[in-house]
Structures are given as structure tokens and as C-alpha cells.
């Protein structure tokens, strides 16, 4: 059983055009059983995308279109392929009630939820770490080194994954090693494997699953999947679910990364698995 689940779709800002009936088609070609759509959550209401073209996210007035879409296309292609709601949803320090409520709101809707790390707080100054190797290069000045935006990274990673959720827990925790992205220009001088340990361990005893990312495989400074192979392999260790996400941005995205996973029978959610019993 082949399944994806972390795409993204029109509604995604910096995204691309192609339909979510592209999607579909890309995955049943490759032989997926079944996907999710991801789509970037509305950020909170008095946060300020950082990224200069403020395209982070998806309009909090286009969720009503985003999940009539999806309920269509589930029609469309129920005989087909299983198809699921979700969205990726942003951790973002100093947020986290706007988060939660955020998440009551949308529950009734939602399948699949992805929580990730993509900003981070510095001085009172919130950052996109994976938004380009320049802002990157930014962040190392103003932290004070690459180690230490990867500590922060790791931190917040690691506060998201223990955050008491009260109206809806996000089961998948996004790209966990996603401050790797531009390794090859900033490499860390740690491993930070403490760091990961302690976040794996949480993730096990909370029973939430983790997101095996190809996208970091078709980053030219990246090169390797979220996260490394060795914090796969101590996932595996504590039995912690691994969904394949292809975190496409594109149709052809789909599958993107899927050779270089380790551990390709165990990739397929327990989502789905439930359902197609």
C-alpha cells in the first residue's frame, strides 16, 4: 500500500496552479493507494509573515473553497484512490492558543493534520528558517551561529510536539530535521542528536507519527530526506508510525524523494490503513 500524505495544492500561494484533479491522477499513476492534501494552513490572526511576498500561507477567507474542493474530489475519485483532508499546520512560539482555537474551528473538516516548525523567535523577531539560504544566512548573523538556529529549531520542535492541544492533536509532526535544508552551505558543527532523541521519545509516548519527507532530497543544499536516515532508524526503534510525505508543491512533485527512503513497507498511515481494512 503506497500513500502519500503531505501535498499541497492550488490554494498554496507559492505553490503552483496545477489542479487538485492533477494531483489525484499523478498519484494513481505511480501506484498510491491513497493521499492527503496539506495545504499551509491561515497563519494567526496578528502574526506577520516574515517571507517578503508574505505567501507563506493559504487565506484563512479560502478555507471554505479548500475543503468543498477536496469533499468534490473525494466523489470524483472514490473509486479511485482514498483521498483525505488535512492541512499543515505552523507551530509558531507565542501563538499557541491562537493555534489551538484555529484547530477547533476547522476539526469538523479535517481527516489528517500535519504540525510543523517553519518559524522561528529570535529578539522578539520571528524568522522563516527554510525560506531561502539568504534569509538562512540572515538568521546565522542574528542568532549568532548556524548551531544556534538549529538549537532553536530543535526547541521548537521539541515544545510543538509536547503543546497540549485541547481542541484537535495534529498526529504527524512535520520534516523534524528541516534546519538541515541548506547543510551543504551551513552545516552544523553538533549533531544535535540529544536534542532528537528527546523529541523522538515524546512522539512515542504521546503515540503521534512522523513525517518521512522526500522534498529534502531535490534541495540542491540539502540533498538527504526529513529527517537523516540515523533519526529514521531510532524511530523505527520506538515504533513510531513513518508516513512518506512527497511535500509537493506540484503535481509532478508527487513521489519526489520516495527511492531514497529507508523502511518503504512500514510508509502508509494509520489513517488509512483503518479505512481500507
Given at each position: 500500500?503506497?500513500?502519500?500524505?503531505?501535498?499541497?495544492?492550488?490554494?498554496?500561494?507559492?505553490?503552483s496552479?496545477?489542479?487538485l484533479?492533477?494531483?489525484?491522477?499523478?498519484?494513481?499513476?505511480?501506484?498510491f493507494n491513497?493521499?492527503?492534501?496539506?495545504?499551509?494552513?491561515?497563519?494567526?490572526?496578528?502574526f506577520?509573515?516574515?517571507?517578503?511576498?508574505?505567501?507563506?500561507?493559504?487565506?484563512?477567507?479560502?478555507?471554505?473553497?479548500?475543503?468543498?474542493?477536496?469533499?468534490?474530489?473525494?466523489?470524483?475519485?472514490?473509486?479511485?484512490?482514498?483521498?483525505?483532508?488535512?492541512?499543515?499546520?505552523?507551530?509558531?512560539?507565542?501563538?499557541e492558543e491562537?493555534?489551538?482555537?484555529?484547530?477547533?474551528?476547522?476539526?469538523?473538516?479535517?481527516?489528517?493534520?500535519?504540525?510543523?516548525?517553519?518559524?522561528?523567535?529570535?529578539?522578539?523577531?520571528?524568522?522563516?528558517?527554510?525560506?531561502?539560504?539568504?534569509?538562512?544566512?540572515?538568521?546565522?548573523?542574528?542568532?549568532?551561529?548556524t548551531?544556534?538556529?538549529?538549537?532553536?529549531?530543535?526547541?521548537t520542535?521539541?515544545?510543538?510536539?509536547?503543546?497540549?492541544?485541547?481542541?484537535?492533536?495534529?498526529?504527524?509532526?512535520g520534516?523534524?530535521?528541516l534546519?538541515?535544508?541548506?547543510?551543504?552551505?551551513y552545516?552544523?558543527?553538533?549533531?544535535?542528536?540529544?536534542?532528537?532523541?528527546?523529541?523522538?521519545?515524546?512522539?512515542?509516548?504521546?503515540?503521534?507519527?512522523?513525517?518521512?519527507?522526500?522534498?529534502?532530497?531535490?534541495k540542491?543544499?540539502?540533498?538527504?530526506?526529513y529527517?537523516?536516515?540515523?533519526v529514521v532508524?531510532?524511530?523505527?526503534?520506538r515504533?513510531?508510525?513513518?508516513?512518506?510525505?512527497?511535500d509537493?508543491?506540484?503535481?509532478?512533485g508527487?513521489?519526489?524523494?520516495?527511492?531514497?527512503?529507508?523502511?518503504?513497507?512500514?510508509?502508509?498511515?494509520?489513517?488509512?490503513?483503518?479505512r481500507?481494512k
Open positions: 500500500m503506497r500513500f502519500d500524505g503531505h501535498i499541497h495544492s492550488p490554494f498554496c500561494p507559492h505553490g496552479p496545477d489542479a484533479a492533477d494531483y489525484a491522477e499523478r498519484a494513481i499513476q505511480l501506484g491513497g493521499i492527503t492534501f496539506t495545504e499551509h494552513a491561515p497563519l494567526p490572526a496578528g506577520t509573515d516574515p517571507v517578503p511576498a508574505a505567501d507563506s500561507a493559504m487565506a484563512y477567507a479560502d478555507l471554505p473553497r479548500y475543503f468543498q474542493a477536496i469533499k468534490d474530489l473525494k466523489k470524483e475519485y472514490q473509486n479511485h484512490i482514498q483521498i483525505f483532508t488535512g492541512l499543515e499546520v505552523d507551530f509558531i512560539e507565542g501563538f491562537e493555534t489551538d482555537h484555529f484547530l477547533g474551528e476547522v476539526k469538523g473538516e479535517l481527516d489528517d493534520a500535519i504540525l510543523s516548525v517553519h518559524f522561528l523567535k529570535h529578539n522578539n523577531v520571528y524568522w522563516c528558517m527554510d525560506y531561502s539560504e539568504d534569509m538562512f544566512e540572515e538568521m546565522t548573523k542574528s542568532f549568532g551561529s548551531d544556534h538556529v538549529y538549537a532553536s529549531y530543535y526547541r520542535v521539541k515544545a510543538s510536539v509536547s503543546y497540549p492541544f485541547r481542541s484537535l492533536q495534529p498526529k504527524r509532526i520534516h523534524i530535521t534546519a538541515r535544508k541548506f547543510k551543504k552551505l552545516p552544523s558543527a553538533g549533531s544535535f542528536k540529544e536534542e532528537i532523541y528527546g523529541i523522538l521519545d515524546i512522539i512515542q509516548e504521546r503515540g503521534l507519527e512522523l513525517d518521512y519527507n522526500g522534498a529534502g532530497t531535490v540542491p543544499l540539502c540533498g538527504e530526506p529527517p537523516s536516515d540515523w532508524r531510532e524511530a523505527v526503534k515504533k513510531i508510525p513513518l508516513v512518506y510525505g512527497s509537493a508543491h506540484t503535481s509532478a508527487i513521489n519526489q524523494g520516495y527511492d531514497q527512503l529507508l523502511f518503504q513497507e512500514k510508509l502508509a498511515s494509520p489513517l488509512f490503513l483503518n481500507t
